[in-house]
């Protein structure tokens, strides 16, 4: 599988601080976007420590230097997606650890992450950053969100059904680091050629609305990277009152060596 990536991020219009952290590296397959919380810079801790975490431990599985698994995954998927999952459950452990300290106090951070895996592509989440997939002139919701609203709507509740008003709602059920262990939403995405996956803090979909974000990803004369500036500028024009960060990955038709290269790695 060929991919084209881009990360962006800025600090949005409002906010003092970007809470926000992200890595792309397509040599290691591994995309990750996370959005730290917590009062005095803790949530850019946290959102950094995550990432971090996540990038250690897959240049460790680059050097054939697999980390143990944490906790059993007992899911029928490959094993570098139950990796995926463990090295998310390795970054919960380490922002955890930190958040003991004074300063850091309940601090915590959603991830979400992509990793690329012999031809498939693998989504894993905690929190509410979302993933999403542009296909066909569609945008689908890849990940899974982890909040009070998404427990709503699941439910067929409304804000008023149970009592709660719009900062309660918008709660988060799950996220890094507030306890010692946390459970990771997994799935495989189906791509094709000419697909886009967008990973990204809410602070892009809370003022972006879909319809632009399509708009802005099916705009055949822009590259990818004038795609994710687009999508940020515009954000910015819609209030930019959150962080805002965005990581696009392009599925490319392969080259005849990239087709005998894939060949080959499945096979050993």
Not at 26 to 39: C, E, N
Not at 80 to 87: D, M, P, Q
Not at 169 to 181: A, Q
Not at 191 to 201: A, L, N, Y
């Amino acid at each position: 599988m060929k991919l084209e990536a881009i990360g962006k991020s800025h600090i949005g219009l409002v906010r003092k601080l970007n809470e926000d952290s992200y890595f792309v590296s397509s040599q290691l397959g591994l995309f990750v976007v996370a959005d730290g919380m917590g009062g005095h810079k803790a949530g850019e801790v946290a959102s950094r420590l995550a990432v971090d975490a996540m990038k250690n431990y897959w240049q460790k599985m680059a050097e054939k230097k697999a980390p143990d698994f944490l906790r059993d995954i007992e899911m029928d998927v490959s094993q570098n997606a139950r990796h995926l999952v463990n090295s998310i459950y390795f970054a919960n452990s380490l922002v955890f650890e930190a958040q003991k300290k004074p300063d850091y106090h309940n601090m915590g951070t959603t991830i979400s992450a992509v990793l690329s895996d012999q031809g498939n592509l693998w989504c894993a989440n905690v929190g509410d950053s979302p993933v999403l997939l542009y296909k066909n002139g569609d945008i689908i919701t890849v990940s899974e969100e982890h909040s009070v609203a998404a427990e709503q709507r699941s439910l067929r509740l409304s804000v008023s059904d149970m009592g709660l008003n719009n900062a309660a709602k918008n709660t988060l059920t799950r996220v890094l680091g507030l306890d010692e262990n946390v459970s990771a939403f997994l799935t495989r995405i189906n791509v094709d050629v000419g697909d886009i996956v967008v990973i990204c803090s809410d602070g892009l979909i809370n003022y972006l609305p879909e319809k632009a974000i399509g708009a802005i990803l099916s705009d055949p004369e822009s590259s990818i990277e004038q795609k994710a500036e687009v999508l940020i500028d515009e954000t910015n024009r819609g209030g930019g009152r959150d962080n805002i960060t965005v990581i696009l990955i392009e599925i490319m038709e392969e080259g005849k060596w990239e087709k005998i290269k894939n060949r080959i790695s499945l096979k050993m």
